[in-house]
């Protein structure tokens, strides 16, 4: 037996439970591991709270991602005690994810550790850390440096967008930090890296006709090359 919250949802209603359910229950995929940690992100939360269509099927184990030790593989890459990471493929949404002790997927979605991280290090990063690396790199394949000028972060105080400031910065980049969290300004900037924060209203307001705000610049410099 093992635990697991379950998304339902029936003539009983839309409901999220901690439940317990046998390993006879997993979907029949070519690999289970032993989940060691997954992280809570914005998908999961509305799924878990029904606030939108995010689940495909029910019934549902939420979680995006996991990191965990495989204790069964029918798969030729992957052998019992290897550590492996999964983020995607659909799951919380088409197929079981990783807020459950176990979980079984087909190997082809699974991912090794280094062995420089821990599992738990691995999921600090997790999803949202992944994401924002992949927007990082899309920005340098365009040929976006530091010497281009500002690059603006919005929704800066939230997973990806923490991830993305603090990335950025490390590469030497002035970052303008967008964020509706007033109270989080000093740590966008002393803790993460950010040059500067504004209020996330200030975008949503009509533009200006040469407008000189410097987070306006910021925007130019970002739109031009994505």
């Not at 699974?110 to 821990?118: N, Q």
């Not at 930090?177 to 040059?195: F, K, N, P, Q, V």
Request: charged share 20%; hydrophobic share 40%.
């Amino acid at each position: 037996m093992f635990k697991a919250l379950v998304i339902e949802n029936d003539e009983q209603g839309y409901r999220t439970n901690l439940k317990d359910l046998n390993e006879s229950q997993l979907p029949d995929h070519d690999v289970t591991v032993d989940v060691a940690y997954s992280t809570l992100n914005y998908k999961d939360a509305l799924a878990i709270c029904n606030k939108g269509p995010i689940v495909r099927q029910f019934p549902m184990v939420p979680g995006i991602d996991f990191v965990g030790r495989v204790t069964a593989s029918r798969h030729p890459e992957w052998r019992l005690d290897d550590v492996a990471l999964l983020t995607g493929w659909g799951v919380g949404e088409k197929q079981w994810g990783g807020l459950a002790q176990k979980a079984s997927v087909p190997g082809d979605w699974l991912v090794g550790v280094p062995a420089t991280l821990s599992p738990l290090q691995t999921m600090a990063i997790g999803t949202a850390g992944f994401t924002a690396m992949l927007c990082v790199m899309a920005l340098e394949k365009q040929g976006v440096t530091p010497d281009r000028g500002p690059v603006l972060v919005t929704g800066a105080s939230g997973g990806v967008g923490s991830f993305s400031v603090s990335l950025l910065a490390r590469l030497g980049f002035e970052v303008i930090a967008a964020s509706g969290r007033a109270s989080d300004e000093g740590y966008l900037i002393d803790t993460l890296g950010a040059h500067s924060v504004i209020d996330r209203s200030e975008l949503s307001q009509p533009g200006k006709p040469l407008a000189k705000e410097r987070w306006a610049a910021a925007i130019d410099s970002v739109g031009s090359h994505t």
